[in-house]
């Protein structure tokens, strides 16, 4: 077998090899390209961009952001497995432990006011946080993808009412009209999350928007058009993916941004407490209290989310930036 394998490398090294007449036209003939060259270069290239993102993208705050990322949802999803607790055991209605215990074996971080386990909290809140950062984070960045794409390509009347009604919802406090829906209409968790993340739209469709007006005047959008392609084809096949990276990297920074967002509504008591969420535990702390893991252990949760996120994103940037040269 090593001899025909030995055999099969010849033939294929004899093939890629450059022929006699085509390097002669390569050294005499101004502008000629050898066909096997150019092979040669385009695999090279494709490398030397494939390390380039990679060297850009594992940074060390980078690959931090994103170990502290992994290990929230490593603890959202092994949660029943990381702590004896239940979740029914740490929400009311169920009786209470001893308020702000210090830690202990039976309680390694001590009790909440309501003597729940503040360590089991912590790892039950991550996974609540964790659909608290993404749920209202998607809804704004697919909403936003797909009516900026459709309010920069039309134009026009179309443009200005979509512009208009980014203008009504920017004239709104975000965090004041979901109190005040909530406050009326005794909305849930879920709910909160969905009109956080439609108000959210907004923003993400004028940065769209301004994209895709570069975009559509590049030479293959009018190629595509001159050819007869659909509409929603040029839009939706030819531009929207050269918009996406942008895109990519405003999930993560509003990812963050939202976090903090949820968490400040939950820290003001307007969200259920049948659902343990690291704002919610804040609330419940105290700072004057023995225990100050009590309100410590979730603050500092929700700050390394967040920051884990901006790194992450800032990460993707420098390794997307083609104009970044290190």
Not at 125 to 150: E, K, Y
Not at 211 to 223: D, F, N, P, R, T
Not at 238 to 245: E, K, Y
Not at 295 to 304: D, K
């Amino acid at each position: 077998m090593s001899k025909i394998e030995e055999e099969i490398a010849m033939n294929t090294t004899k093939q890629n090899k450059p022929k006699f007449t085509s390097l002669i036209k390569f050294y005499l003939l101004p502008g000629w390209r050898v066909p096997e060259f150019t092979e040669q270069e385009y695999e090279i290239e494709k490398i030397r961009s494939k390390r380039r993102f990679f060297r850009h993208l594992l940074t060390h705050l980078t690959i931090v952001g994103s170990f502290i990322i992994l290990s929230f949802i490593f603890m959202g999803i092994f949660t029943p497995w990381l702590t004896r607790y239940s979740l029914q055991t740490l929400v009311p209605p169920s009786i209470p432990g001893v308020p702000y215990e210090l830690p202990s074996l039976s309680h390694p971080l001590g009790t909440t006011n309501n003597g729940y386990d503040v360590l089991a909290r912590m790892l039950w809140g991550a996974r609540t946080s964790l659909f608290m950062a993404v749920i209202p984070t998607g809804i704004a960045v697919a909403g936003g993808l797909v009516l900026g794409v459709i309010s920069a390509y039309f134009g026009g009347k179309v443009d200005y009412v979509f512009m208009r009604g980014v203008d009504l919802i920017y004239s709104v406090p975000t965090l004041v009209i979901v109190l005040i829906l909530t406050q009326t209409f005794g909305l849930n968790m879920m709910d909160i999350l969905i009109i956080y993340g439609a108000f959210a739209i907004a923003g993400n469709l004028r940065f769209m928007r301004s994209l895709v007006l570069q975009i559509k005047e590049m030479l293959y959008v009018k190629a595509a058009k001159t050819g007869g392609a659909l509409k929603f084809k040029v839009m939706f096949s030819h531009i929207l993916p050269n918009a996406l990276p942008p895109m990519i990297l405003t999930f993560f920074g509003q990812m963050a941004i939202t976090m903090l967002g949820i968490a400040a509504i939950a820290f003001l008591g307007l969200t259920t407490s049948q659902i343990p969420n690291w704002g919610q535990d804040i609330d419940w702390g105290n700072i004057y209290e023995d225990n100050f893991f009590a309100f410590l252990i979730p603050g500092l949760s929700t700050a390394l989310f967040a920051i884990a996120a901006l790194l992450i994103g800032d990460g993707l940037r420098d390794a997307i930036d083609p104009r970044l040269k290190i």
